[in-house]
Every structure is written in C-alpha cells, then in structure tokens.
C-alpha cells in the first residue's frame, strides 16, 4: 500500500532507555554540613540507579563510612528511600573525616569500594567534600596497583574496576560554590530565616525596637544579602562586600531618618562572616553596641544558628534535589574514561554539568580575591544571580534626598490584575522605589483595571511601601475585569493623570487585558506609552514565562499539606489519599507538587488520560501497598477531564482498593492563594519588577519626542519572563500564537519534561527524553559588565 503521507521530520530527541546500568554499581554518600533536601538528592539517585538496572549502596556517615567499610556499605532497595522526601537533614548521616585526607585511609576506602565492584559514585556535599572526591578518582588506579602488590586484591579486581566515575551533587545551605545559581539546602534555609524575621517583626514593631540578626556564611554572604531583599532590612552586612570606611556613622544616620519616617522598627542582618575593609570582624553584638551607645535604640540580638540547617525542606529543594539526583545517575552512565569528574547543577531553571574542578577553582578564587581586598572582582566570581542581587538591593535600600534625585517628569502607574498571588506587594514595592529612584512620579492603581477606568488612581510615595514585601494578596486590589468594553474611559483617565507608562503585575487576565490596551493604540492615541506585564499568578500559565510571582508559595502551600495528610495516616492502615490542586487548565501546581510531595500518580489536562490508565494506576498502587508502603498520594488538577471528577477516582481507588487500601479525599482550595510569599517568591518578585522598571525609564526616554511620550511599536508592549536561563522581554504581539486561549495556557511548557522523572520516582516505566542535559559545559570566565543583559534569578 502506497504511503502518501509526509516524510516525517528526523527526531532528535535522546531517550535514556540506551543507557542500561546492568552491571554497574552506583554508591551515594552524603558529606560535611547537612542541608535540607539532601534526602531528596540520594532517593533520586537510588531510585533512578535502580530504575536502569544497577546496584545501588549507601555509604553511611560519608567518607567515614567508605573508609570504615562494613555495615556502613549497605545496598538500597527501592522502598529503603521511601518516606524520606520530606525529611530534612540526611538519614545516611554525614560525617567530617581526617582519615579519608591520608593516602592510608583512601587506599582502604578503594578497597571497601572494589570488593562490591563499586566504580560510580555519586558524591553529595560542598566543596570540601568534592575536592576529596575529585582526588580519589585521581589516584585511583594508583590505589588499585597498590592493593593487588600488597595481594589484597587480583590483576582481575584491578580490570574490572580501572576507572571511577564520580558525579557531585552541591548540598550546601551557603549557596557558596560557583557554577549553580542555588546550592540543595539553600531556599529551605531562607525559609527558616524568613520565618524568624516575619515573627521577630511583629515583636520589634510592638516596642519600636531594632533588630540585629546574624545567620549563617562565614565565607558566603548569598544567606545574609537574600534575607535582607525578601524582608527589606534597613542594612545588610556581607563579607564579599565590606562597608565603606565612616559606615557607622552611614547607618546610623539611616537608622534615624527610618525612625523620623514613622517606621518602627529596623532590621540588621549581618553574616557571620562578615569584615569590614580593613578584614576585621563585624559581630552582631558591636553592631548592636553601637546602634544602643550612639541612637539609644532598644536593640536586640538574634543568632540563628543551626535553625537554618533544620526543619523540613522547601518544595524548590525537593525539586532541585530530585532533578539533580536524576541528572546525576545519567552523567554516571553516560561518562567514559576520558570523562572529568562533574558536577550537576541548576542555572536559571535549567539543568547543566559543569567540570568540578572548574567550579571548585573558581570557588577559591572568590576567597583569593576577598583576602588580596579585590571585593568587586570577589562579587563578580560569585556569578550572576548574586551580582543581581546586591544590585537590587543597593537600589531599593538607598534613598536619595528629594533634592538628589533626578526629575523625569514622567508618570508611572502600577497595577494589579487577576487572583491575588503571594509576591505581587512585593513586586509593587520595588517598582515604585526603583521608580522614584529613576525621578519618576508613580502612580497605584486599586482594583486593576476597573479602577483604571473608574479614576481609583493616586499617587504613592516611599513610605507607602514599606514592610510590603512579606504581605501576601494584593494590598492594592485586584480584580478580573478586563478592559476591552472601557478603552474609552481608560484612554481618557490616562489623560486626566497624565499617565506616561504602565507596569501590570498580574496574570492571564492581566496578558489578554494588556493585549487589547496595546491593539487599542491606533484608536486611542493615550494608550501609545510603554506598558509592560511581570507575570504573577499561583497557576503559572503565562505564555513567555517559565515561571510566575506566586507559584513557588502555592508549591510550597500544596507540598507542606501533602506532609500533614500523609502524616495523619501513620499508624493506621494502608491509606491513599485524592487531592485536588488549583490551576485552571494548567497542570503545574499538580505536576510539580506531586514531585514535591512524593505523588504516585499525578492528572493533567495536558496529558489525556482514559478509564484504562485510571485502571493501570490503581492497579500500580495495589501492588506497591502489598509491600512495606503504607501510604500512596494521587493529585488530580482541578480541570484535567470534566467527567473524571475528584468524587468519581475517590469511589474508583476505594472500589478497586477494598481489602488493600481505604481512601480519602482533600480539597486544597483557596490555601494555595494564600500566606505569607515565600523567600524565592519575595526575591524573584523584587527583582523582576526592578528590571520591569528600567526598561520603562529606557522606553520611556527612546519614545519622548517633541515635547511629549509616544511609543505604538510591538516592542514597547511587552511582558517579562522567565526563560531557560535570563530574563527576557517579549512583544506581547508575538506571544499570541504560543497561547492556546480557550484553556488560558501556553502552547509548549517545560515543565511537561519533569513529569517521566516523577513517574520514574513513582516506578513506573516510562520514556524520558534526555536531550537537554549530557553536555558537559564550561565556567563562563571573564564576561563583559553590560547592564542591559537579562540576568538569571
């Protein structure tokens, strides 16, 4: 039979099925300081190991255990790793160990590894830990002509076991170690911090005090410098950038005008690493003596101390530790002999390895640069996010005089539209301080566009912003309405106000609202200014973003919830539990959440499903509950098939369950809009609503001719997102034919990619296409310093 359809395109996609662990053996080990989410990195990487085919073994207490040999090398079965997702610290333990520094002590660690034809290791730590591992893969092949003169083991042993692979996992909760944008245990140690600083707030504003907190980073400021972003603090102390000389008299001249300015209270956040330029300490009690010797404030210290390493990982650290441990067994069973030790990695949202050893140097340079007093040049090593960060932060702490800020002439209105989502205050607080830095006049708009068109528009000042960052809603109201049916009264209350640009923090409401305000331009000659759309909504749907202001919170709501229920059945008998995530048609609330939380099955729109993979999955969890599992969890988008409801799979898996497991059902509901933002959503809020900003005060500045504001080409609407790797600002205009409209979502999303890797970690045989990842890239050395590029988050 003639086949007359089109040849098909060559794929090109990789699928790991090729690469077969059969007869390798993987081991995981954990080293130096605890972080949370280690957990999450050795089930990845036990559970992926075991999926290809390999032995997998712990190697309990680190390299202590390698070296001690024994019961501390013990093989993982695929229930071993259940249940410790949510745990926080390491269950193999984790140990600092001076033998494993002497020739001796790795020449027994190599022989405890070659008697289980251990050759793979996959190592989890800072950077200490990986230099140790990178130096035992060195010598090892002289460690093993060793152990066969000494007759320990024979010439075979030697052959079979020539070459070790090793594959690094960076736990650390420093964020200290170059290449990776987030370190595992980073963003659950910001949480604990955040945590302190919101209920220390509400003590220091009853009493009109001031706050002194020191946290941890003896040679990393990430900790300090973040915490002080997502709560606002009045001064931040860190060591890769000691204050300038006189900065005591700087601060407390700051400290008082916030105090004349009606704000009661101040917050100090100090490293406890940091110096100042002449390399001596900076403690958190010289600060406090001071501010009390010289302001007379009622000041109080606080060290948080190893309440940063503890506590239950965020729901980022469980991804980033799930896609690491993944990533790493397949760089393992990818490496050949020639193949460096690597270390995988997150930038921006993308996986990526790097060579270890160009990370570690780089890492040390940073420490070089801090003790030669060459602080610039220690910041720019640092990478990217954290420049951006103390960018930021430079720029929203320092308030200029009225009489030392530039006057644009220029007005500014910001405005919230769609659901509330966590982060939109703080989105708000720094477009309006980066505003009135720039000399613009801004503007707050109440109940997004309804207010726009209604005149709810006033001016908003410095003041009026502050302590915004840790609120969650919209303090200044937002409401679904969009503007297609009131251009005409819009138009008009842009010319009352004299409204020269347009920042919308909002959703998809938000996106179609500013598309017809932009497709309005011809008619209305008011709406031919710059406007610009920073995505915020718990569901993340927004076309030309990888990520939206408010989704990290709602992960984090739905993950924590996930913990409480599975927790509220131990005891009992085998338990699966239906829960049903907000997102409209969108599927990344349950999709990631269910990676979070540790899902067995996970219900999508975006993945169609029948009675027969309802069927399958039931049958998949009987099986498993037949071994030691006890609990199961199936999370089910709120939209993802009409006639397939929350009600109809709780009576199919209790039905189909009877005699193996009872069933229960949850409703997450509105508590995904809801709390406090999370310190990744207060940090990404504050940054992307500054780069927001600029681009105005540049729009507005290319689009000012002859006397007034004038700008109607596609380029001048745009939304920023996050894409792969930078911040990127798209026309709106291009952005239509990536929208599927009907069911408010884009046409392509990345997140689809993470859902083999849940169903792996759920042991379910699957196809995962791998062609992101494989490709070994380099540090980045010397960049050139330009402001305009889109830096990673």
């Keep these: 039979m003639a086949n007359n359809a089109p040849p098909k395109r060559q794929d090109t996609r990789k699928f790991f099925e090729n ?107 800072g950077d200490g830990s990986l230099t140790g591992a990178n130096l035992f893969r060195e010598e090892w092949s002289g460690l093993l002509q060793e152990l066969r003169e000494q007759g320990q083991i024979d010439q075979s042993a030697v052959d079979s076991n020539s070459v070790l692979h090793i594959v690094g996992m960076v736990g650390s909760i420093d964020n200290d170690f170059c290449g990776t944008d987030m370190t595992i245990g980073t963003d659950s140690a910001l949480h604990r911090i955040i945590e302190v600083v919101d209920a220390i707030m509400t003590t220091a504003q009853s009493h009109q005090r001031t706050f002194v907190l020191e946290v941890m980073g003896r040679h990393c400021g990430y900790l300090a410098l973040v915490s002080a972003l997502a709560c606002g603090a009045d001064w931040v102390f860190i060591p890769e950038m000691p204050p300038e000389d006189g900065w005591e008299d700087s601060m407390c001249q700051k400290l008082s005008e916030n105090r004349a300015d009606k704000k009661r209270l101040n917050i100090i956040i100090v490293a406890e690493g940091a110096i100042d330029q002449q390399n001596k300490s900076i403690t958190a009690d010289n ?195 969009l503007p297609g049916k009131h251009l005409a009264q819009i138009a008009h209350q842009m010319k009352l106000h004299n409204i020269n640009a347009l920042l919308v923090i909002g959703g998809f409401e938000a996106y179609v609202g500013l598309s017809e305000l932009a497709a309005a331009r011809d008619a209305h000659e008011e709406l031919c200014v710059p406007m610009v759309m920073v995505p915020a909504t718990v569901s993340n749907n927004i076309p030309g973003s990888d990520l939206s202001i408010g989704s990290d919170t709602a992960l984090n709501a739905i993950t924590h919830t996930c913990d409480r229920i599975k927790q509220s059945a131990s005891g009992t008998k085998r338990r699966v539990f239906i829960i049903e995530t907000m997102g409209g048609y969108c599927g990344y609330l349950a999709t990631v959440g269910g990676l979070a939380a540790g899902a067995d099955s996970v219900y999508i729109y975006e993945e169609p499903f029948d009675i027969r993979d309802l069927q399958a999955n039931v049958e998949h969890l009987t099986e498993k509950m037949k071994t030691s599992i006890q609990r199961g969890i199936v999370l089910r988008n709120e939209n993802c098939n009409e006639n397939f409801t929350t009600d109809f799979m709780y009576q199919l898996y209790s039905e189909e369950g009877k005699g193996v497991f009872d069933c229960r059902k949850n409703i997450l509901g509105h508590m ?61 205009s291009h952005l239509q034919k990536e929208t599927d409209f009907v069911h408010r979502i884009p046409k392509e999303q990345w997140w689809l990619k993470l859902r083999p890797l849940m169903k792996i970690l759920a042991k379910y045989k699957t196809s995962y296409d791998v062609s992101d990842s494989g490709q070994l890239e380099h540090l980045a050395r010397v960049r050139p310093k330009d402001t305009h590029t889109s830096a990673a988050i």
């Excluded at 503007?443 to 709810?456: T, W």
């Excluded at 009026?464 to 937002?478: H, P």
């Design 672 to 732: 995904q809009q809801g709390g406090a933002p999370s310190p990744f959503d207060r940090n990404f809020s504050t940054k992307i609503a500054a780069k927001a900003m600029q681009w105005i005060t540049r729009s507005l500045q290319e689009s000012y001719k002859g006397g007034r504001v004038f700008a109607n080409s596609e380029d001048t609407a745009c939304l920023l997102g996050m894409r792969r790797r930078a911040l990127v600002f798209q026309p709106l």
């Design 287 to 481: 600060i406090k003596n001071m501010v009390v010797t010289r302001l007379g404030f009622d000041t109080r210290v606080t060290i948080l101390g190893h309440v940063q390493r503890g506590g239950t990982p965020s729901a980022f650290d469980r991804i980033l530790a799930s896609r690491m441990g993944v990533e790493a067994v397949l760089a393992l069973l990818e490496a050949s002999a020639d193949t460096p030790a690597c270390v995988v990695s997150l930038v921006g949202n993308q996986a990526v390895r790097l060579p270890l050893m160009e990370c570690v140097q780089m890492t040390q340079e940073v420490q070089k640069a801090m003790d030669e007093k060459k602080f610039e040049e220690a910041v720019r090593l640092r990478g990217r996010s954290f420049e951006n960060n103390l960018t930021t932060y430079r720029l929203l702490s320092s308030r200029k005089a009225d009489s030392e800020l530039p006057t644009s002439n220029f007005n500014v209105a910001v405005l919230n539209v769609g659901a509330p989502a966590a982060g939109m205050n703080a989105a708000v607080r720094s477009a309006v301080r980066v505003g009135i830095t720039e000399g613009h006049k801004m503007f707050a708009v109440s109940d997004g566009f309804e207010g726009l068109y209604k005149g709810q528009i006033k001016e908003i000042t410095w003041g009026d912003v502050g302590g915004w960052t840790g609120q969650g809603g919209s303090l200044l109201g937002t409401k679904r309405t």
């Design 19 to 125: 690469l077969s662990g059969e007869g390798k053996s993987i081991a995981v080990l954990t080293s130096g300081g605890d972080a949370q989410g280690m957990n999450a990195a050795v089930r990845a990487a036990v559970r992926m190991g075991l999926y290809v085919g390999a032995k997998v073994y712990f190697i309990h207490e680190g390299y202590q255990g390698m070296v001690d040999g024994g019961d501390n090398i013990q093989e993982a079965s695929w229930e071993s790793v259940s249940s410790m997702l949510q745990v926080g610290g390491t269950v193999i333990g984790s140990a600092r160990c001076k033998e494993f520094r002497t020739h001796e002590g790795r020449l027994r660690a190599a022989l405890n590894l070659v008697q289980r034809n251990i050759t793979n290791l996959c190592v989890i730590g």
